[in-house]
């Protein structure tokens, strides 16, 4: 097991997928990005995943199926959403449902670290 | 002497004779010899006998004979041939000459020329056979009584009415076979005849022998010899059976015609109708039978006198050829007789004639009843108790009966159909708040129906002027009205709208149209309608503010969810700029720093950076086009855009969209942004008709293709509920919705916009699961992307219709 733990992230917005991992890099982390969900489960990485950043919004598979999906296979794997949609309601419910965070794009690096800590304080 | 004698006896006016007692003649006259022209000697002995007529001859021989053995003196009667050949009568008056004894010795005739008295006689007797033919003949019955009125003769048709002969008749006495109620009356008649010697005449019922009783006139009057004594009294009777029922039944038309007149009730016409036809004819009762409405049935009419079963059984009979002769009347409209039900075989699986036969009744004649324009009305029947056919005289009086019958019911039918338009008009009135008035123009008369007194909410008792009227009438519109009554005076039809300002300023919208119509004395009479549009004019406005706010919830909506895509399409560049930003600071204050790393990270930055500058140049283009701007639009990139921008909603609907744009599509010509709003209606309808799908993926494919040589079109389709069939017309109506949330007014404004183009816009179910919406529009004129197959089709179509494509420029 790599001392730096491993983020996932599963978004199907390309600029994200691009973007995210090299900051999770820059702030000390391995970083895996999927463009989705299906894509991330087929992947040998979610024993290793020490935290999932999760887009809400996908075709086929949503965040939110991917999270029951997780919680039916047993993987306790801490969940922040991330979002484009700023819908107050919707992270109350998913926040309600146990995930760590719920971040509205554009999200700044200092919210995403503390969603990442506490992530990582649950392991 | 014996000379003398001899010419005395030859000169006597006439033929003288003497015979033997044997009967041979032994003398005849001169005269004799004259007469005869034959010589005495030839008619001695029997010679005599060649100039008596033959048919005379054996009579008068027996005669002489008779007279002879009698002794006596007799008389014969016999023509003698004159010597020109005449046979003239002769009475032979003989006479026996006889001797002390007794016994006569010689015979005596004298002949006496009696042709001119026989004649007389002949004439007399033919006279008065001539009488007695004449009397026999009579149309009349004729008795002849003694002045104490003991009959002593009659004619043959008063023998035979009677059914007797003379001596029977003598022995029933005065005033026989006369109805009962009619005896005392010729009595008394009589009677003061015998005192005092006078005529009279009389009606009177008569029994004939078959017992029928009919109608005479009766004169009885004295016949008087010379002295002015009576010696006989006459009796003529003169039948007026006919002419008695003949007025009965004119009587009892005019009743019925009356009763018709004074609104008598049908049931009771028809009733009386049938009373007075059992009345008229002995012996039979009647029956009326309607068709009933619908055409089909039979419908009670009247049959005061027929069981109420028999009639029941009938009633609500199907009209047609086999369930009784009522029904084959109606049906053919023709004259059903059954002489006789006992033999009839005719409606069978009805069995009519058994159900006719246990009421006894024997005989029926059915006829239609039709009104004048030909409608079969019903039937009128006539049963007998026994087997019967119907006279001529039934005949006419039938074709009477249901004229009269056509007559009563077409009037009721005709009274009931007014009595209901009537109501039907008033309703309606008072149901659409209509009112009528009619305006004499010269005069400016006033007549209000009730509802307009209601509507102006007047005292119904006042008198309606135009001053008052102008009262009531707001004060905005009132120049217009007046206006209006100044065009009344030229005739004119006139329709108008004005408002009435009520004492309690309530206003009330009046809707008025005015016919002009010239009266019969040449005065012009404006037939008017008002009515009251209040109610419509309050829904109506009522509606169009509904149609606002919805509009406005239309627009509100819209913009919550372009808001929301808007935010969500700008967030995801920012976010990347944000990340890529932060990344980059990182990488610059690394030690050593990250060169090259930051300088990706700067490159991804304003990469991000223009592509939010894109959205909201997409959002410039959607907002501040606010005129309809026709540019060549190349639809597969319009297409891509709204697919951009709908993106976030669709995903968040797990909608997966396919895109099967066709290369190398022509241009059209329209306005982007309203092309754009069609396009961007078709996928989120798509997307809200997979919303409840579950058991297979929400499928959205949008396409783009040439169609039909010179047009483009653009096809979104969905695996969602589809539509029913029978909805496919009403779906581009505006308000027309299958969903719980919808407004059902995107549809019918792509629909708008699409015809604005030009072009069309459907929808067909798929083979599968969902629908696909259509819209085509023509392809740009001056397109140069088509291969040449295209642009020969498409200069046909331009021949065509003479309407070049891309006119919308």
């Known amino acids: 097991m790599s001392l730096r733990p491993l983020i996932s992230i599963v978004d199907d917005d390309e600029s994200v997928r691009e973007s995210l991992p090299d900051l999770l890099t820059e702030l000390g982390f391995t970083a895996q990005a999927f463009s989705s969900a299906e894509a991330f489960l087929e992947s040998g990485d979610l024993n290793q995943t020490r935290c999932l950043i999760l887009d809400i919004a996908m075709p086929s598979m949503s965040g939110p199926d991917l999270q029951r999906e997780l919680t039916l296979r047993k993987h306790a794997i801490p969940i922040i959403f991330i979002t484009a949609h700023s819908d107050e309601n919707v992270r109350t419910l998913l926040l309600g449902k146990g995930a760590v965070e719920c971040l509205f794009k554009p999200f700044s690096e200092t919210s995403l670290l503390a969603a990442i800590s506490v992530s990582l304080q649950v392991n | ?809």
């Open chain 2, 1 to 809: 002497m014996e000379n003398a004698l001899t010419h005395v006896v030859n000169s006597l006016p006439g033929l003288l004779w003497t015979a033997r007692p044997d009967g041979q003649i032994d003398f005849l006259n001169r005269r004799w010899c004259d007469y005869t022209g034959l010589q005495a000697d030839r008619g001695l002995g029997v010679g005599w006998q060649s100039v008596v007529h033959a048919a005379d001859l054996p009579e008068l021989i027996e005669r002489w004979q008779a007279i002879r053995v009698s002794g006596e003196p007799g008389e014969i009667e016999a023509r003698l041939r004159r010597f020109d050949g005449e046979y003239r009568w002769f009475l032979c008056r003989i006479s026996p000459l006889s001797e002390a004894s007794g016994s006569p010795v010689k015979w005596c005739g004298l002949h006496i020329d009696i042709e001119d008295k026989r004649r007389d006689e002949d004439m007399l007797r033919a006279s008065e056979r001539r009488s007695h033919m004449i009397i026999d003949g009579l149309p009349t019955l004729v008795a002849i009584s003694s002045a104490t009125f003991q009959l002593e003769s009659a004619n043959l048709h008063y023998l035979e009415y009677f059914g007797g002969t003379m001596d029977e008749l003598k022995a029933l006495g005065p005033v026989h076979n006369c109805h009962p109620h009619d005896r005392p009356g010729i009595m008394a008649a009589r009677q003061l005849a015998l005192e005092t010697g006078r005529p009279y005449e009389i009606e009177a019922r008569r029994r004939r022998a078959d017992g029928a009783y009919r109608w005479f006139h009766l004169r009885h009057f004295p016949l008087k010899d010379t002295h002015g004594r009576i010696v006989l009294w006459c009796l003529l009777q003169t039948d007026i059976e006919d002419r008695k029922r003949a007025e009965a039944l004119l009587a009892g038309e005019r009743s019925l015609l009356e009763m018709v007149a004074a609104g008598e009730s049908m049931s009771r016409i028809l009733e009386a109708l049938c009373q007075l036809v059992e009345e008229t004819v002995s012996g039979c009762f009647c029956s009326v039978v309607l068709v009933d409405s619908s055409g089909t049935r039979l419908a009670h009419g009247a049959a005061p006198s027929l069981p109420a079963s028999f009639i029941d059984s009938i009633v609500g009979l199907p009209v047609n050829l086999t369930s009784g002769p009522c029904a084959m009347a109606v049906c053919r409209n023709e004259q059903v007789v059954v002489a006789d039900l006992a033999s009839e075989t005719r409606w069978a699986a009805y069995e009519w004639c058994p159900l006719a036969l246990a009421q006894g009744l024997q005989a029926c004649w059915s006829t239609p009843i039709s009104s004048a324009a030909g409608k079969v009305l019903g039937e009128f029947a006539i049963y007998y108790t026994e087997p019967r056919t119907p006279t001529p005289e039934h005949q006419a009086m039938i074709s009477q009966i249901k004229h009269i019958a056509s007559i009563a019911i077409a009037r009721a039918q005709n009274d009931a159909a007014l009595k209901r338009s009537e109501t039907f008009l008033a309703e309606t009135r008072r149901i659409s708040s209509i009112g009528g008035f009619s305006k004499r123009g010269a005069t400016d008369e006033i007549t209000w129906s009730k509802e307009i007194y209601r509507m102006y909410e007047f005292d119904p008792a006042v008198p309606v002027t135009l001053d008052l009227i102008y009262s009531r009438i707001h004060p905005e519109d009132l120049p217009s009205v007046l206006e209006l009554i100044e065009l009344q005076r030229s005739g004119c039809d006139y329709e108008h709208e004005y408002r009435l300002l009520m004492p309690d300023s309530s206003i009330k919208y009046l809707h008025v149209i005015g016919h002009a119509s010239v009266d019969h004395a040449g005065q012009l009479e404006y037939i008017t309608t008002i009515q009251d549009i209040t109610e419509r004019r309050r829904s109506e406005e009522a509606l169009a503010k509904a149609r606002s706010e919805l509009a406005h919830m239309a627009r509100v909506t819209s913009l919550g969810a372009l808001t929301a895509s808007i935010a969500h399409e700008v967030n995801q560049p920012l976010s990347g700029i944000i990340t890529n930003a932060s990344t980059c600071l990182r990488m610059l204050a690394a030690d050593p720093p990250n060169i090259d790393g930051a300088r990706e990270t700067a490159r991804r930055t304003i990469r991000d950076g223009n592509r939010a500058s894109d959205v909201i140049m997409r959002l410039r283009a959607l907002f501040t086009k606010k005129t309809v701007v026709t540019e060549s639009i190349d639809l597969n990139e319009a297409t891509r855009e709204v697919i951009a921008l709908s993106r976030s909603e669709l995903q968040r609907n797990r909608v997966i969209v396919q895109t099967e744009l066709a290369d190398n599509l022509p241009c059209v010509v329209g306005d982007r942004v309203q092309l754009q709003q069609v396009i961007l209606n078709l996928l989120l309808n798509a997307s809200d008709a997979m919303s409840g799908i579950d058991d297979h993926p929400r499928q959205l494919v949008i396409s783009t293709e040439l169609y039909e040589g010179d047009q483009v079109r653009l096809g979104v389709k969905d695996s969602g509920v589809g539509f029913d069939s029978h909805d496919v017309n009403r779906l581009f109506e505006a308000f027309y919705t299958t969903k719980s949330t919808g407004m059902g007014i995107g549809l019918s404004v792509s629909l708008s916009i699409i015809e604005s183009h030009q072009g069309h816009i459907w929808a067909t179910p798929n083979e599968g699961p969902g629908a696909t919406f259509f819209f085509s529009i023509p392809q740009r004129g001056e397109g140069d992307t088509l291969g040449s197959s295209s642009v020969a089709g498409r200069a046909t179509d331009l021949a065509d219709d003479q309407q070049p494509t891309g006119k919308a420029q």
